[in-house]
């Protein structure tokens, strides 16, 4: 699978030599924290965000279309990004359903946890309305504020778990994951996939100097799929599972200009 994954990347930054001349590059790095909206805990509660978050890198490469002199306003303000990389997420219960008078339903859900790792590949279309390309590529220091848009194929691998044993007994596992969902036995699976997200973001390029960029950027990607952290209770009986898996990823990463 990751063999594919990776040829797949590759063919999408094949660029042929004779299209070079017209043609602008960057390759770089991202990183940063994870922060995961999952069923695990209490959506829309500070403890289940920070609790239930993770780790992501990745590898980018820009494409644009300004390498020559001024050109028209698509090639001087819009960038192709093509991207791999990869995120690892840990997840437990937080909020008010583990919260107050102890009970046997919370300690179950205590004892629960989860982990995901996510290899994804895709590309966005980055845009600033804001400052041409050529400007900002000219001036050392200064700022290129974007927005961005884009497509994801992620494989994924979770894992659901309980410190009092196997999930799937009565005596380990909350009676609402019992229940079969979405075509699966339980509201809970260990399993690897793949699915499709849809990403949007909005950061900065700051001109290091001629030749290097740092990026800061926040990003919010929503995968077409409940299944991502391994739990998915079944919608007609619990309202409250009414969205799919989705995270937000704060990078800081950095950008080096290719020559030809």
């Not at 770089?28 to 924290?33: A, E, Q, S």
């Not at 848009?149 to 992620?154: E, F, H, I, N, T």
């Not at 691998?157 to 009676?175: I, M, Q, R, Y």
């Not at 997200?197 to 900065?204: N, R, W």
């Given at each position: ?9 590759f063919?999408?930054l094949g660029?042929?030599?004779?299209t070079n001349?017209?043609?602008?590059h960057?390759i ?6 994870v922060t ?6 209490q959506?829309?509660d ?6 239930n ?5 990745g590898v ?26 990869f ?13 107050g ?5 919370k300690?179950k859900l205590?004892?629960?946890s989860?982990?995901t ?18 400007d900002?590529?000219?001036?050392v ?5 974007y927005?961005t ?6 494989y994924y ?19 609402k994951?019992?229940i ?5 036995q ?6 690897s996939?793949?699915?499709i ?8 390029h700051?001109?290091?100097n001629?030749?290097?960029d740092?990026?800061f ?13 391994g739990?998915?209770?079944?919608r007609?009986l619990y ?16 950008s080096?200009?290719?020559?030809f």
């Open positions: 699978m990751f063999k594919q994954i990776a040829l797949t990347f063919a999408i660029i042929t030599t004779t001349a017209q043609l602008a960057e770089g790095v991202i990183f940063g924290p995961f909206q999952s069923d695990y805990g959506r829309h500070f403890s289940t965000n920070v609790g978050a993770g780790f992501g890198i980018i490469h820009y494409l644009n279309f300004s390498s020559g002199s001024y050109g028209g306003y698509f090639n001087e303000h819009f960038k192709i990004r093509s991207e791999i990389s995120n690892k997420l840990n997840f437990q219960h937080f909020g008010k359903w583990i919260e008078k102890p009970s046997v339903t300690e205590k004892a629960m989860g982990k790792t996510l290899l994804n590949i895709g590309s966005q279309l980055e845009f600033s309305p804001f400052i041409p390309i050529h900002f590529e000219n001036h220091g200064s700022l290129y504020p927005f848009l884009g497509v994801m194929a992620s691998n979770t894992e659901a778990n309980s410190s009092l044993g196997p999930l799937g007994l009565v005596s380990t596992t909350p009676d994951y019992l079969p969902s979405d075509g699966h339980y509201g809970f699976s260990t399993e996939g793949v699915t997200s849809a990403l949007l973001g909005v950061g900065v700051y001109k290091l001629e030749m290097n740092l990026i950027e926040v990003r919010y990607q929503a995968f077409n799929s409940d299944w991502i952290d739990l998915n209770t079944n007609d309202k409250e599972n009414k969205s799919n898996d989705s995270q937000v990823w704060f990078n800081l990463g950095y080096h200009y290719l020559e």
